[in-house]
């Protein structure tokens, strides 16, 4: 550790020690405050959630509930079929080749469609969300076609290009439900879960 200078400035040693005794006085106050049940820091989930139950609080009781069950299926579908995206365009990105979009990879008919979406979506819209990538306009129910025009690239993966067609079909049954803000049985929720935990163990998630 280096000492204090002639010139009187504090030394390393100090200026840590101070520093340290600082941290573990804010501790044991800190503590003293939540004992007596007042928050010390700021608890960024509890806040988000406490902004949402305020937000549904002119709503009644079920709801409330049934918006908050539904925005937790939101929250998986979304992120479910962000992977699906992302396995397409990284798988494809190194078997075929950066440029793949301009192969025969995507069948035309589906190909026409997302460039058709993105042309007016850069002419007309006036969202500024992601439309550089051509593979997020292609309906959910097609990213099913991609995988399986590009099977050999896939297989590996999918257990069958039956198993992959039947649970994308039955998925976007139910991401479209959602989208229109419909209400699903307990039973369909469940059904949704199952289907993308055997997607995430399929692909190693």
């Known amino acids: 550790m280096l000492s204090s200078n002639p010139c009187g400035s504090i030394s390393l040693s100090s ?3 101070d520093f340290v005794f600082r941290g573990l006085l804010f501790e044991s106050e800190s503590e003293i405050f939540r004992q007596a049940g007042i928050k010390v820091g700021a608890d960024i989930g509890q806040t988000e959630e406490k902004l949402l139950l305020e937000a549904l609080s002119p709503f009644g009781v079920q709801r409330r509930n049934d ?7 939101y929250s998986v579908l979304h992120a479910f079929e962000n992977e699906v995206r992302s396995l397409i365009r990284d798988t494809l990105d190194e078997k075929v080749s950066p440029e793949w979009w301009e192969t025969d ?12 979406r993105q042309k007016t979506a850069e002419k007309d819209s ?14 959910f129910g097609d990213l099913a076609s991609i995988i399986i025009e590009n099977w050999a690239h896939f297989k590996d993966t999918m257990p ?5 067609r039947q649970r994308m079909t039955e998925l ?3 991401r479209n439900f959602v989208a229109h803000n419909r209400m699903l049985l307990p039973s369909e929720f469940q059904r949704i879960y199952m289907y993308i935990s055997d997607w995430n163990k399929v692909v190693g998630l």
């Open 15 to 17: 200026s840590v020690r």
């Open 67 to 73: 918006a908050l069950e539904m925005a937790r299926l």
């Open 105 to 116: 990879s995507v069948p035309n008919k589906v190909k026409s469609m997302a460039e058709s």
């Open 126 to 139: 006036w969202l500024e969300g992601a439309k550089g990538d051509r593979l997020e306009f292609v309906d």
């Open 160 to 164: 069958s290009q039956a198993w992959i």
């Open 172 to 174: 976007e049954k139910a």
